[in-house]
């Protein structure tokens, strides 16, 4: 029987490895070779075939033949560059790529794999023309859009990054890694209510529960999936299936730290502080340099002084600690040591961390800059005259108000206590409505007679969708005061809560927390001066030229006598005043900020005059805050 010609077993090949039959189909390619070492287009269909097959170090020999044979070949280089890209060798992947795309400029994956090849080696910069070409080019590949979206938020555009996820979430509803990745990037970027929204959306598109036992394995990949979803449904609030993906986690050894992390979490945020303290203890006994484990433990006030010589080394080691580990290990020890009399000794390791905080996330004082000039220049007292009653006519949406950590959490948490007020918390709603505008609200003026109904209507809803029958829902993201006009326009009969304390007081109270880089300023004394002023500058704005209805509510006079200021501030809302009301620490709510420890407790004006303790640490703030504030207009105290 004479053997089969080249191009018979070529073709049979073909045939099999359509088929799905890749064992057999390669050796048929193998014989073809035999009989055809010089034929180019074999070596690189075999040299695809195996790496289909996941033989990558055959395909990268094969591959390397075929190039070799045909050196011109735009997709023999292709196919070397994207064996390597699956090997994670991207380095040489990408000088495959390059040379791909430059016998073809117009080789669209090409440009997708050296774009993502770039990123791979955190070169997000370089990566991203790339990226934006493939996706030009490949308008129906998620993949495509979805690593163009992680690129975007490597080089922290998330105004850019989070409505790309959005549309692919939109258009490719069963694509779950674009679901992942737009909740991971929501939660990364403080948007609590769109991570409550985009989880339930899942829970309808997915069967939650067969994709949390897709994950459910011990491999990286699927422990890093289910901390995300964890991080997720604890930020939307959903605590039941949070503490399930935390059981998940704490049942293996290699993720048990991190389920315990996430379990005592979840106790922290239910006040259940005994338990909190029994699992972080667990974690550092598993993990002594756990200082992340130690910090939240000296935020409910369980960590002892034998920790301190752990936070020391970790604070110090530049070389080989990681700056998130350095970080939570200054602030326990900021916290420890102030609570054991040594003042400075804790501010210098808070200052140490905040330093490398700093350094990493610089703040950039231009935006804010911009947003006030924005506000001041679109919503003007005729603007409201003339445009003010478009929005939606809805009653009972109160906005919490001011400068972080100036006493939101407490207002917020002495109106839960009333029987008709429904706590939304920090919500995101009006971030979303500033992303929608591009972040510019000169663009205001030029939008349609019927848009501030609209939107002002869905707020509403959003904001009442938990409340039941209640008269009134809060909103107490502090940063909202940026957003007071476009509020009003939206809402006109809106109300507003403002709060204030001692500047020092609030600067001292915002260094020492453990925020995210979307608080930038948090980092560094002279940023929160600059940003302090800001927010004076433009609640002044609200409050003198727009006439806005706004209350002003003085934290320190409050804890110092909380009932006749409770009794004016539920006047001002419009409820009846209630007894439970000057005991917002028995409300019984999950507490999502910074305070959640404070609040528990009986109102009391402990906390006030704090700063005096870090008078001369504090004056950089001082000497920022009055130079701006002398630039800017404003009083001086």
């Not at 994950?215 to 995300?228: G, K, R, V």
């Not at 501030?452 to 809803?461: F, I, N, Q, Y």
Request: proline share 5%; aromatic share 8%.
């Amino acid at each position: 029987m004479l053997p089969s010609s080249p191009e018979k077993l070529w073709t049979e090949a073909r045939s099999l490895q359509a088929k799905g039959k890749l064992q057999r189909a390669r050796k048929l390619f193998v014989q073809a070779r035999k009989q055809a070492p010089r034929a180019p287009g074999l070596a690189l269909e075999l040299g695809v075939l195996e790496a289909q097959m996941g033989l990558l170090k055959h395909a990268l020999r094969t591959l390397q033949d075929a190039l070799k044979l045909a050196p011109a070949s735009p997709n023999a280089h292709y196919n070397l560059a994207e064996v390597c890209r699956a090997a994670g060798q991207y380095d040489r992947a990408s000088v495959s790529f390059r040379e791909a795309l430059r016998l073809d400029p117009e080789h669209a994956e090409a440009q997708f794999g050296l774009g993502d090849s770039l990123l791979a080696q955190e070169n997000a910069g370089e990566a991203l023309p790339h990226l934006e070409q493939a996706a030009a080019k490949l308008p129906q590949d998620p993949e495509v859009k979805l690593t163009l979206a992680q690129a975007l938020l490597e080089l922290e555009q998330p105004q850019k990054a989070l409505p790309l996820l959005s549309t692919i979430v939109q258009t490719h509803r069963d694509f779950l890694a674009g679901h992942m990745e737009f909740l991971r990037a929501l939660n990364a970027h403080a948007r609590p209510s769109q991570v409550a929204r985009h989880i339930r959306l899942m829970e309808e598109i997915f069967d939650m529960a067969d994709v949390l036992t897709s994950f459910d394995q011990d491999t990286p990949a699927s422990i890093s999936a289910l901390e995300i979803l964890a991080d997720c449904y604890q930020a939307g609030a959903i605590h039941e299936r949070a503490s399930q993906i935390g059981e998940m986690l704490y049942s293996r050894k290699s993720s048990r730290a991190s389920g315990a992390m996430l379990l005592g979490t979840l106790a922290v945020q239910d006040g259940d502080f005994d338990a909190a303290e029994t699992f972080f203890r667990q974690v550092v006994g598993w993990r002594p340099n756990s200082s992340d484990a130690m910090y939240r433990l000296s935020v409910i006030n369980r960590l002892s002084l034998e920790a301190e010589p752990e936070l020391e080394d970790l604070l110090h080691d530049a070389q080989n600690a990681p700056s998130s580990q350095r970080l939570y290990a200054g602030l326990a020890l900021y916290r420890l040591l102030s609570r054991n009399g040594r003042s400075q000794d804790a501010f210098k390791a808070l200052a140490t961390a905040k330093a490398v905080r700093a350094r990493e996330y610089p703040y950039n004082k231009d935006p804010a800059e911009r947003s006030n000039a924005g506000n001041k220049q679109v919503f003007t007292p005729a603007f409201f005259a003339g445009r003010g009653n478009e929005g939606y006519s809805g009653e009972g949406c109160i906005f919490i108000v001011g400068m972080m950590r100036s006493g939101t959490t407490l207002t917020e948490q002495v109106l839960a206590a009333h029987s008709q007020v429904h706590a939304g918390g920090e919500r995101d709603d009006m971030m979303s409505i500033v992303e929608s505008l591009r972040h510019d609200l000169t663009k205001v003026p030029d939008l349609p007679a019927d848009w501030a109904a609209t939107v002002g209507k869905k707020l509403h809803e959003e904001m009442f969708k938990d409340a039941g029958n209640k008269a009134c829902a809060t909103d107490k993201l502090p940063g909202n005061i940026d957003y007071a006009g476009l509020i009003r326009f939206l809402l006109p009969k809106a109300k507003f809560v403002y709060c204030h304390r001692t500047p020092q007081d609030c600067a001292m109270s915002t260094f020492e927390q453990n925020f995210s880089t979307a608080v930038r300023y948090s980092f560094d004394l002279k940023a929160i001066a600059h940003k302090y002023a800001l927010h004076e500058d433009i609640a002044r704005y609200w409050t003198d030229t727009c006439k806005l209805d706004i209350f002003d509510l003085d934290y320190d006079a409050m804890v110092h006598d909380p009932e006749p200021h409770i009794r004016r501030l539920l006047e001002f809302t419009g409820l009846e005043f209630e007894e439970d009301c000057l005991y917002p620490n028995e409300v019984k709510r999950e507490i999502r900020t910074a305070s959640v420890y404070q609040v528990r407790q009986p109102i009391s004006p402990r906390s006030v005059g704090r700063w005096k303790t870090y008078e001369n640490e504090l004056q950089p703030f001082t000497s920022e805050l009055a130079e701006w504030r002398t630039r800017m207009g404003l009083k001086s105290s």
